[in-house]
């Protein structure tokens, strides 16, 4: 079944900790929840919109893979509407401010999993500071092209705050766990980053912050990928 996803979910699904009761949070179609009961690496899954159309669908897909006793859809803004403990919490497909904003809402409901996986659309390094300051864990991270795309994947345990590396503001926008083990994927995104910004240093007042700023960006995109 796993391999019916897209190739970002394929890479949350490979996250997810075998045995884990997973909340899939934005689950638009419940592929993911479906895919993980349906290979039994998770006992159950709570797949849960906001929205009611996607959640139609998605009952209707989980009761043709036979899986409606285990996957279970929640209506429900957020972790709002979910009652029961989860080992596995996922959110992805949103931008990381409605992803922190998520998290802070149902914060007691989050520190009681034992493991957070997102993957947000924008502001990552946003949502990567977000966690180290209120005590989580960098565990793993991945990143993957998918249609053309690129997108990473945090993985995070609730407690400890380690695995962030120096803090510093290019660590924290490109992934702490992607630098550390030069991510070949990361390095291809680089590469095109460095190319990006190169042309636009060449028409900027090199006596300015920003140009220093983004020099200094490009200095180290360059440097990771050679």
């Known amino acids: 079944m796993k391999n019916k996803l897209s190739d970002r979910l ?3 699904y490979d996250l997810v900790t075998v045995g884990s009761v997973v909340a899939d949070v934005g689950c638009d179609h419940a592929f993911l929840s479906i895919a993980l009961v349906s290979d039994g690496r998770s006992p159950e899954a ?3 919109d906001i929205n009611k159309g996607p959640l139609e669908k998605a009952a209707a897909n989980i009761e043709a893979a ?3 006793e285990q996957v279970h859809t929640i209506l429900s803004d957020g972790l709002t509407g979910l009652e029961k403990s989860v080992d596995s919490i996922v959110i992805c497909g949103m931008g990381g401010s409605l992803i922190i904003s998520i998290l802070e809402t149902s914060i007691d409901k989050v520190r009681n999993a034992r493991e957070i996986i997102l993957s947000p659309q924008s502001d990552a390094a946003k949502v990567r500071i977000w966690l180290r300051d209120h005590d989580f ?3 793993e991270e991945k990143a993957v092209i998918d249609a053309g795309k690129y997108y990473e994947i945090i993985k995070v345990v609730p407690y400890g705050a380690d695995g962030w590396g120096d803090g510093k503001a290019f660590t924290m926008k490109y992934g702490p766990y992607l630098l550390k083990h030069h991510d070949p994927v990361l390095a291809v995104h680089l590469k095109k980053r460095e190319q990006v910004l190169a042309s636009i240093l060449n028409g900027m007042d090199k006596s300015s912050s920003r140009y220093v700023e983004l020099k200094g960006e490009e200095d ?3 440097s ?3």
């Open 220 to 222: 180290k995109c360059r």
């Open 137 to 139: 864990s960098l565990a």
């Open 46 to 48: 709570y797949a849960m």
């Open 224 to 226: 990771f990928v050679k």
């Open 10 to 12: 394929s890479a949350v």
């Open 66 to 68: 036979g899986l409606s």
